[in-house]
């Protein structure tokens, strides 16, 4: 049997088919190709853009010295403007440098700035990106800090103080003497010579050279192992204002070293606060009049406490100042003011009207000008009159300022009747009498009596015969009274007793400007007086009160 054998069956192809025409086939790849690279372009394009974007514009960065520096992009430009503002939109001046930005005024610490900056940027870039471009920043001047403030030092080691960061400006010393130095190099640690062994001092620093000094802080330094321990600034012994504040730095904590809350005793009582300044620091505020003039003020601390730097080497717990005495130029020049003395002044500088501008003022007073508040003035007066110079105007001046606020008439300078001159000065409270001058004339026996730039009355008077003269110069009226009682020795030894003399106006010991009944006047008969008329006297009386002027010539 045959076996059966597999062949396959024939079959015809189909008819291949037929290629795209040629103009087809060319275009729709070609149009790929050509999408396919525009798109490539295009990336490029926007990524290069981009680029030249970023990379055109400039940056304001922190740089040495200056208030910040203007990084000039990769692709170039040129700086076309800046400005700044500080706090309350108030503007500053600035001066570029080599892309660096200086302010033209002296800037606070850790004063907020706005800084803005337009750049045009180069020509090709300029078409892509925008001819300019404008930055901001907002940035803080530097400040500096002290590490330490309290510092506990070995014998013979140095001061050495240690800041955050480094400073270029730094003041040093007492209070409203600090002693200014610029580093040639900033340095956050600066080295001070010192020749106590313990004390106080203001310190004062900037990190830039365009900075204002920041407030000033206390530093004390103590020897080491002395237990409580404590320094006063200003430095006891040396003379202070009224409004002074005392600080009071100690080696411990406040509340362990005053045990509690307790405080040091000031004399004499002064108006004014405590305040705790930090853990180791007290510091004492006076108010109104403060410590007043031409005064000694002491601070006394508990026994437990040592007083290093203080008026006995550092063994006594009592520090002492002295506060000094206004002027005799602005004693006038209060007075003038007040229409107690016949001159007017006029200041070249306003004085503010506090306690504690007047009182500046009256140690240093302010510049101006005197003139006559009349125009016929006796030649006498006038002879008499020289600014900052004491003389019995000034003191008659006074008298009368302390008779019209109820004050011992002495017609000295003290702390008491500077409080009333300035008292009176700030409220404004001037006299109302007006100015009198008295001249007596040995000569021709007779009384002249001058009052606000004019004479009110002449009349003949008896001065001192030749035993008992009447004192020749010139005298301001310290007592006045309606009447009283005279008494004395006569000429002859015998005793006199006079009562009931009326209208008295005492100027010089016994000599007095007075009424008496006699036959006859214009001729010496009193044993000093002047005598009048009594109801002449009674006249004159009125225009003499305490602190008036009597010349006899």
């Known amino acids: 049997m045959s076996t059966p054998t597999f062949q396959p069956t024939q079959q015809h192809s189909p008819r291949p088919p037929l290629p795209p025409a040629p103009s ?23 990524a290069f853009a981009v680029l030249a974007f970023a990379a055109s514009n400039p940056s304001l960065v922190g740089e040495g010295e200056s208030l910040t520096h203007v990084k000039v992009p990769l692709t170039g430009g040129h700086i076309v403007s800046v400005s700044a503002v500080g706090p309350n939109e108030r ?24 800084v803005e900056v337009v750049m045009r940027r180069a020509g090709w870039v300029g078409w ?27 014998a013979g080691a140095p001061l050495k103080l240690s800041f955050d960061q480094a400073v270029q400006r730094l003041a040093y010393g007492p209070p409203e003497h600090l002693h200014h130095h610029t580093l040639e190099a900033p340095s956050s640690d600066i080295t001070l010579a010192h020749s106590a062994e313990a004390g106080s001092i203001e310190v004062a620093a900037a990190p830039r050279r365009w900075e204002k ?64 300044v930090d853990s180791h620091t007290l510091q004492f505020r006076p108010r109104g009049f403060g410590f007043g003039l031409d005064t000694q003020v002491s601070m006394a601390l508990p026994h437990n406490v040592h007083l290093l730097g203080g008026q006995q080497q550092g063994s006594a717990n009592t520090g002492s100042w002295t506060v000094p005495g206004g002027t005799t130029l602005r004693a006038q020049q209060i007075l003038a003011d007040l229409n107690y003395l016949p001159l007017r002044f006029e200041s070249e500088h306003h004085v503010a009207g506090t306690a504690a501008a007047q009182e500046t003022a009256a140690v240093s007073p302010p510049k101006g000008t005197f003139a006559w508040r009349y125009h016929d003035v006796p030649a006498s007066l006038r002879s008499m009159w020289a600014p900052g110079v004491s003389g019995e105007m000034l003191k ?14 002495d017609g000295l300078l003290g702390p008491e009747v500077w409080r009333a001159l300035i008292g009176a000065e700030i409220a404004h409270k001037r006299n109302s009498f007006g100015y009198t001058y008295v001249s007596v004339s040995e000569g021709s026996q007779s009384l002249s009596l001058w009052h606000d730039g004019a004479v009110k009355l002449n009349t003949p008077v008896n001065t001192g015969i030749a035993s008992r003269p009447t004192a020749l110069g010139t005298f301001a009226v310290y007592e006045h009274i309606a009447s009283g009682t005279m008494s004395g020795t006569n000429p002859d030894g015998s005793h006199y007793e006079d009562p009931g003399v009326p209208w008295i106006s005492y100027f010089n010991g016994g000599d007095a400007l007075h009424g008496f009944e006699r036959a006859q006047y214009g001729f010496p008969q009193s044993l000093g007086c002047v005598e009048m008329l009594p109801s002449t006297a ?3 009386w009125p225009y003499t009160p305490i602190g008036t002027l009597v010349h006899v010539s």
């Open 396 to 409: 008659g001046a006074l008298m009368a300022f302390e008779n019209e606020h109820q004050m011992t008439t």
């Open 213 to 276: 000094l920041a407030k000033p802080v206390v530093i004390s330094w103590f020897p080491a192992g002395v237990g409580a321990s404590a320094v006063l600034s200003p430095k006891p012994g040396t003379r202070i204002s009224p409004a002074t504040p005392i600080v009071l730095s100690f080696s411990e904590p406040v509340s362990q070293a005053l045990h509690g809350s307790s405080r040091p005793r000031i004399t004499p009582a002064t108006q004014g606060s405590w305040h705790e």
């Open 24 to 46: 087809e086939r060319g275009i729709g790849r070609g149009r790929i190709a050509l999408l396919a690279g525009g798109g490539t372009v295009l990336v490029l394009l926007v």
């Open 538 to 540: 009674g006249k004159v």
């Open 128 to 154: 892509l990106a925008g001819d300019t471009v404008t930055k901001h920043l907002t940035l803080t001047t530097p400040r500096a800090s002290l590490h330490e403030r309290y510092i506990t030092l070995a």
């Open 91 to 114: 503007p500053i001046p600035l001066e570029v440098r080599r892309g660096s930005l200086y302010p033209k005024v002296q800037l606070a610490t850790g004063e907020q700035i706005s």
